[in-house]
């Protein structure tokens, strides 16, 4: 079953969290991941939507071998990542075709350790009065955690456009993870018969 990420946040500024601050967040990721886990339970497994949704998006894209390189002291291949032509019938696809860059896959492990993405043209939003990015990318890296599961170590974005055709934004973000630690959560319920 797949996963979801809940981000646990130590300190900010480079300040670690006071004791009492560091116990309210930690109150907030479990409350969130029970939030998830009882939603999973109660919709059921959504692994196979996961998969079929992935297998469309990529289908979306003409993935090319470029090299080989090392990353992080691990063999990967580079693969060169852009859109198709074409419109597509994928959820999504207007933003998609937009989208092109560079991913390295670790050879052993078949896995994604690196990703840089940027937009190749202006992805507009309710017809470019909404909102219009001119500029974005994004570079996500991968750490492989103790019990040999990918996740995300590091993601830096950048965008530039403007809001409701008058206002405009440049923004820079770059989230760090580290630590990794599996949670299990399990909570059970006992009726109180009504008096």
Same mark, same amino acid.
């Given at each position: 079953?797949?996963?979801?990420?809940?981000?646990?946040?130590?300190?900010?500024?480079?300040?670690?969290?006071t004791?009492?601050?560091?116990?309210?967040?930690?109150?907030?990721?479990?409350?969130?991941?029970?939030?998830?886990?009882?939603?999973?339970?109660? +919709?059921?497994p959504? @692994? #196979? =939507? !996961?998969?079929?949704?992935? %297998?469309?998006?990529?289908?979306?894209?003409? /993935?090319?071998?470029?090299?080989?390189?090392?990353?992080?002291?691990?063999?990967?291949?580079?693969?060169?990542?852009?859109?198709?032509?074409?419109?597509?019938?994928?959820?999504?696809?207007k933003?998609?075709r937009?989208?092109?860059?560079?991913?390295?896959?670790?050879?052993?492990?078949?896995?994604?350790?690196?990703?840089?993405?940027?937009?190749?043209?202006?992805?507009?939003?309710?017809?470019?009065?909404? +909102?219009?990015?001119? @500029? #974005? =990318? !994004?570079?996500?890296?991968? %750490?492989?955690?103790?019990?040999?599961?990918? /996740?995300?170590?590091?993601?830096?974005?950048?965008?530039?456009?403007?809001?409701?055709?008058?206002?405009?934004?440049?923004?820079?973000?770059?989230?760090?993870?580290?630590?990794?630690?599996?949670?299990?959560?399990?909570?059970?319920?006992?009726?109180?018969?009504?008096?």
């Open positions: 079953m797949l996963g979801r990420p809940v981000r646990r946040q130590v300190s900010q500024d480079g300040v670690p969290f004791a009492k601050r560091q116990a309210d967040e930690d109150r907030r990721v479990e409350k969130r991941a029970r939030e998830i886990r009882t939603k999973r339970e109660t +919709a059921g959504d @692994e #196979a =939507e !996961a998969e079929r949704r992935l %297998a469309e998006v990529l289908s979306r894209y003409d /993935l090319r071998a470029v090299r080989r390189e090392d990353v992080d002291g691990r063999a990967a291949v580079l693969l060169a990542v852009s859109p198709q032509p074409g419109k597509r019938d994928i959820e999504g696809d933003y998609l937009s989208i092109a860059g560079q991913v390295w896959v670790d050879e052993g492990e078949s896995h994604v350790v690196r990703a840089e993405l940027h937009t190749t043209s202006s992805i507009k939003v309710g017809l470019g009065v909404v +909102a219009k990015v001119s @500029e #974005a =990318e !994004a570079r996500v890296a991968f %750490a492989k955690a103790a019990d040999d599961t990918w /996740l995300q170590s590091r993601i830096e974005t950048r965008g530039k456009g403007r809001v409701m055709l008058l206002k405009g934004f440049h923004v820079r973000s770059t989230l760090t993870y580290g630590r990794f630690r599996r949670f299990e959560v399990e909570t059970s319920e006992t009726p109180k018969p009504s008096p």
